[in-house]
């Protein structure tokens, strides 16, 4: 099946340090990855949908200056959190699906990224 | 502004108890309903719906759909411990957005 794989795992850092995300599609090709954050306790909201070739689209209240994507290729996408600071800190996971942005089928996560900021 | 609401938000019960997770929601444009089990890392997919009173079943889940109630549930029956995750259920608009409810957290007690 779909497989999406996330690197790294999880990442602790001083603050003011800037951290780069990878998301691959290992089996299929991805035009459209989407970016996900989640606080503990908390459900998934969308950061941005990262575009083959083009630029990301933001959701309202996501600082493209601190949060960098670019989507180089079919299968990568990386997500760079610049001048990380404690608030920062979170789970990021990042998705994709055959069906790119076509919503017919479902997209596959990544294992996500935690990120603790010192 | 689309919006996915989930009850109930935790739910505790004993093995071999029958649960219902329910997702009600309203979106512009609806593409697809999907629901993931999430334990400790990233949502693996369980199922995805688009069309209304068609029961998708996996094992002892199971899940339907009712775009004119603009409603889902997640029925899993003879519940086991491993059962025990945060249900997500996300839906998808357009250009495969997905918006996510806060999550139905499951704890199944031996």
């Known amino acids: 099946g779909a497989v999406v794989s996330q690197h790294p795992s999880r990442v602790i850092c001083k603050s003011g340090t800037s951290v780069k995300i990878e998301c691959r599609s290992l089996?299929?090709?991805?035009?459209?990855m989407f970016w996900y954050r989640q606080f503990p306790k908390q459900s998934l909201m969308l950061m941005a949908t990262?575009?083959?070739?083009?630029?990301?689209?933001?959701e309202q209240g996501v600082e493209k200056d601190k949060f960098l994507i670019n989507h180089a290729s079919l299968t990568l996408s990386t997500l760079t959190v610049t001048s990380a600071h404690p608030e920062d800190s979170s789970f990021y996971i990042c998705?994709?699906?055959?069906?790119?942005?076509?919503?017919?089928?479902?997209?596959?996560f990544g294992d996500g990224t935690r990120l603790s900021i010192l | 502004e689309d919006k996915v609401v989930q009850s109930p938000l935790s739910l505790v019960v004993h093995e071999g108890d029958t649960v219902t997770l329910n997702c009600s929601y309203e979106?512009?444009?609806?593409?697809?309903l999907l629901w993931y089990k999430q334990e400790k890392k990233a949502p693996t997919f369980l199922f995805m719906l688009?069309?209304?009173?068609i029961e998708k079943k996996s094992g002892r889940l199971s899940s339907i759909l009712d775009k004119k109630e603009l409603f889902s549930i997640l029925n899993i029956t003879a519940t086991q411990t491993g059962d025990s995750a945060v249900y997500l259920c996300?839906?998808?608009?357009?250009?495969?957005?997905?918006?996510f409810g806060d999550g139905t957290t499951l704890t199944v007690k031996p």
């Open positions: 998705s994709a699906g055959p069906g790119g942005s076509r919503g017919n089928q479902p997209q596959h």
């Open positions: 089996d299929f090709q991805a035009t459209t």
């Open positions: 990262s575009n083959e070739g083009s630029k990301a689209t933001y």
């Open positions: 979106v512009t444009n609806f593409r697809s």
């Open positions: 688009t069309s209304s009173g």
């Open positions: 996300a839906v998808v608009a357009n250009a495969g957005k997905s918006t």
